[in-house]
């Protein structure tokens, strides 16, 4: 099992979503940034690591939100999500072939990555004020 950490980065009551590369194993299928921990690495620690690799910005997680575990044909999921701010930098992505600021109501019109769809149920359900 893999371990993933994803942020839900808020920004003036939008959210962060990232689409994946043509190249990756989840070609073109959008997803909340993140990524895998390191040995030893706690998912806060995952994340801001990996919005700095990702994005070149500073985030501050703020709390757990919700997990999610998938079996992909390539590896089994398990994915962590995290409510986070943006503290520092403008978004330059590095792994990414484009991103968008959306509404919790836009999420439904991506297609996502299936360990994500989880994560998009629940912020839909609970109606999140971000």
């Not at 994946?20 to 040995?39: I, M, Q, V, Y």
């Not at 701010?85 to 836009?106: F, M, Q, S």
């Amino acid at each position: 099992m893999i371990k993933v950490a994803a942020a839900i980065l808020v920004k003036d009551g939008r959210i962060l979503i990232a689409k994946r590369l043509p190249s990756d194993k989840l070609a073109n299928k959008w997803e909340f940034p993140g990524g895998k921990l390191k040995p030893g690495e706690s998912p806060e620690e995952c994340l801001r690591r990996e919005m700095q690799e990702e994005f070149q910005v500073e985030v501050s997680v703020e709390r757990f939100f919700c997990d999610s575990r998938y079996r992909y044909e390539h590896a089994d999921i398990y994915l962590m999500a995290y409510i986070a701010r943006l503290i520092k930098g403008e978004l330059v992505p590095t792994c990414h072939a484009e991103y968008r600021w959306v509404t919790v109501d836009e999420l439904v019109k991506y297609d996502f990555a299936p360990a994500d769809k989880p994560v998009v149920a629940k912020l839909r359900a609970e109606r999140v004020i971000l």
